[in-house]
Structures are given as structure tokens and as C-alpha cells.
């Protein structure tokens, strides 16, 4: 029996493309927040300013370093594989875990095509949400799970 077009499996690869723009996105930003927070802590009275400035800067520094090892699928969590069905949707883990999500699907798409979101709720019960971006999948499985997902809107 031929499978039908809303059934696609599919394996993800490292973005690494997308990872020289998060790169020239965050490090300057980093650069920037952290240099010019030890300058104000330091430099001036305004202790409170420079906290500040460092605080963001770490922020940064953490979020820009999740985002980029999600891209390059080296946290344990990140899903390696993508497994689209009629009434579920199945990842596998980097660390070897399935994960279904069963009710509640939702598939979010971006205006320019590069990149798109998948929420629902799992066999757990917890809701769940991940981000995909373009440059993890071959461009023949990336137009296939695009048209599989659509169902979701």
C-alpha cells in the first residue's frame, strides 16, 4: 500500500549555515553588553547600570548558546528525526527518547519560508514546542514535511 502524502520520516542535520548568522547576531551583542557593563560597574557610581548591562549579557550569552546548539542538535533534547502521521506527530531524541505529540497539533510557519513551529500536547499530557529550521533537512524532505504539516494550520 503506497503511503500517503500527509506520511513523511524524515532525519534532521546540523544547521550550520544558520548558525554563522545566530553567531554575527549574538556575539557582538554579547561583546557589546558584557565589555560595556564592566565599563559602567567599574567606571562609574552607577553600580546598578553595570548589573544590569552584565544581566543582559548573560541572558544572551545563554539564550544565543541554546539556539545554537539546538541548530547543531547537540543538546540531549533535540530532536534527530521527524516522524509525521495522520493522528500523530513523533520525534527522536538525541538521547534516544521518543516523543509523541497527539492532541492539540499545531504547525506555525514563517512568512519567508525558512522556518517553522510545531506545538501540541504529548502522550504525557505536557504541552510541547519545537522549532525547525530549514537548513536541518534535505530540500526534497523540507518541501514533504511542509505539505504533510499543512493539515495542522
Not at 55 to 84: E, K, M, N, Q, T
Amino acid at each position: 500500500m503506497a503511503k500517503s502524502w500527509r506520511e513523511v520520516e524524515c532525519e534532521l542535520h546540523p544547521d550550520k549555515s544558520g548558525i554563522l548568522w545566530d553567531l554575527l547576531l549574538y556575539v557582538p551583542t554579547v561583546l557589546f553588553l558584557i565589555l560595556w557593563g564592566l565599563k559602567v560597574w567599574y567606571g562609574t557610581d552607577d553600580q546598578w547600570m553595570g548589573q544590569g548591562l552584565m544581566f543582559l549579557g548573560f541572558f544572551f550569552l545563554l539564550v544565543g548558546g541554546g539556539r545554537i546548539f539546538r541548530r547543531l542538535l547537540l543538546l540531549p533534547s533535540v530532536p534527530v528525526a521527524l516522524d509525521v502521521r495522520k493522528e500523530q506527530i513523533t520525534f527522536r531524541l538525541k538521547n534516544g527518547k521518543r516523543r509523541l505529540l497527539m492532541k492539540n497539533l499545531r504547525f506555525f510557519s514563517d512568512k519567508a519560508g525558512k522556518s517553522f513551529g510545531l506545538t501540541g500536547v504529548d502522550d504525557a499530557g505536557a504541552k510541547q514546542q519545537y522549532v525547525f529550521h530549514k537548513g536541518q533537512f534535505t530540500a526534497e524532505d523540507y518541501a514533504a514535511v511542509i505539505k504533510a504539516l499543512e493539515f495542522y494550520k
